[in-house]
């Protein structure tokens, strides 16, 4: 009996050159597409988990944040009680700028900057009718044209302005509400309250009515940490400078 034999395979013919000039294109254009496209919406996965994390991680200073409060607020101890108090973490976007040797000032990338930050407001009296007259009455002055909000200084240790962001910073500002704001900047004699925009983990320590005429009020942050969240579009973040801020940020 013969044996069964195998079929005979046919010859796979080569490709012709422009076939595999047409293949190499196409994969080219591929890799293109893969590398400049397909890791934005990856990245921005990332930057999204990473900003939660770091809003989520900051309440666990708060009572470092509370202790240094109560040593910065030694010079207000004439202002009794305060008749609002919280904390609260509070994020913003900063641009990061270009610093090679290439054209300068472009934005690189954004960042997710964020602290936790106590709030006090205590009720100025009645007599005290602008910034001038409250910084004077606590041994401390403001400077430029006078608003219906402003900045207090020499009253407080460390001063506005004397410490960087990675330091816990206190600043005290005298606010009129139902003063006249600068037309450039009309929420500026707006009082905070918890729960604000761009603010997460709110914890409410007083809630009294407000009835003044006006209020000091009392911050102290923690230091700034903050985390890359790249550009609006994924592209010009290795292709060139950012567009825009990217979209859906700051995550709180």
Known sequence: MEEPTEPDTPETEPW???????????????????????????????????????????????????????????????????????????????PQYSDGDGEQDIVMFYSQQCSLRSIELYPVPDELTDGASVAAWLGGHTAGDPTCSELIFDVLTPDAG???????????????????????????????????????????????????????????WTPVTATDVGCDYAISSWLGGCVGEPDGFPVV
């Open 16 to 94: 012709s050159p422009r076939r595999r000039r047409l293949t190499g294109t196409l994969l080219v254009l591929i890799l293109v597409g893969l590398v400049a496209f397909a890791p934005g919406p990856i990245l921005r996965i990332i930057h999204t988990n990473n900003a939660h994390q770091l809003v989520d991680s900051l309440p666990a200073e708060r009572d470092t944040l509370l202790a240094k409060r109560e040593e910065f607020r030694a010079p207000l101890e004439q202002l009794g009680a305060p008749v609002r108090s919280w904390t609260e973490v509070s994020c913003s976007l900063a």
């Open 162 to 220: 004397a410490v960087g962001p990675d330091a816990y910073t206190p600043d005290l500002w005298w606010i009129d509400p139902d003063g006249t704001p600068p037309e450039d900047e009309p929420d500026r004699c707006m009082l905070a309250a918890p729960g604000g925009p761009r603010t997460a983990h709110t914890t409410v320590d007083v809630d009294e009515p407000l009835t003044a005429s006006s209020y000091l009020v009392y911050t102290v």
